[in-house]
């Protein structure tokens, strides 16, 4: 069984701050997602990155994917209250017909007004 | 546009009993996953289908749990008999194929087993 290790766990930063978070593993993937879960919903899709070493923006998210593809990080610069959440990272597996996808433990967020 | 409907979204059962959790996923989407949710454990792959056949039930915790996907719109979850520890937030999610795909998550069944 392939492990994501997430950190921090929690984070609680004030309203316009910068914070990373990070995504590790020792294992290779063939793609990494980011999604954010809100209490009492499923997670949401953020991004997925597949190439070592890319980097997509969204807004004020920036993600990295590492060069070796074994860990990844989610930049957030001016946090805002609707940034609250969990965000996870899920790391895929694929090949000779098979298909895992497995999820870390997340980091919580919490970011005060 | 609807989304991956689960039901019920909450569930309070006594330990012993059985219990259905259902799922309607994306219509058009031909890939669906069963997750279960812990603090302790996190985000758990139970088992997956795909164009309505199971592909990996190996995240499945033991024979008491059970998943079947009679069509392409309805697939079910069942625990019998249902323990205190299989007590978590059950997410169904739905894509349009498996890799780099988007999952679309239901609003999950919080499962609690007295």
């Known amino acids: 069984t392939q492990l994501l290790e997430q950190s921090p766990q929690f984070l609680s930063i004030q309203e316009g701050e910068n914070l990373t978070v990070y995504c590790n593993s020792s294992s290779v993937f063939s793609s990494l997602q980011w999604y954010r879960q809100e209490p009492g919903e499923g997670p949401v899709l953020l991004v997925t990155v597949v190439t070592g070493g890319e980097v997509k923006k969204l807004k004020r998210l920036t993600f990295q994917f590492g060069d070796a593809r074994k860990d990844s990080s989610l930049h957030i610069t001016a946090a805002q209250p609707g940034d609250t959440g969990l965000y996870l990272c899920?790391?895929?597996?694929?090949?000779?017909?098979?298909?895992?996808?497995?999820f870390g433990k997340g980091t919580k967020l919490s970011v005060i007004p | 546009d609807a989304g991956v409907i689960q039901s019920p979204r909450h569930e309070v059962t006594e330990m012993g009993q059985e219990v259905t959790l259902r799922c309607k996923p994306i219509?058009?989407?031909?890939?669906l996953f069963w997750y279960r949710q812990t603090m302790m454990r996190g985000l758990e792959l139970l088992i997956y289908f795909n164009n309505n056949v199971p592909i990996d039930d190996s995240g499945m915790p033991e024979d008491r749990f059970s998943a079947k996907m009679p069509n392409a719109s309805f697939s079910t979850l069942k625990i019998q008999p249902s323990e205190p520890r299989d007590s978590a937030v059950y997410f169904c999610a739905s894509s349009l194929g498996l890799i780099y795909n988007e999952q679309f998550f239901g609003p999950g069944t919080r499962l609690t087993v007295l």
């Open positions: 219509s058009g989407h031909n890939s």
């Open positions: 899920a790391g895929a597996f694929s090949g000779a017909g098979s298909y895992q996808l497995t």
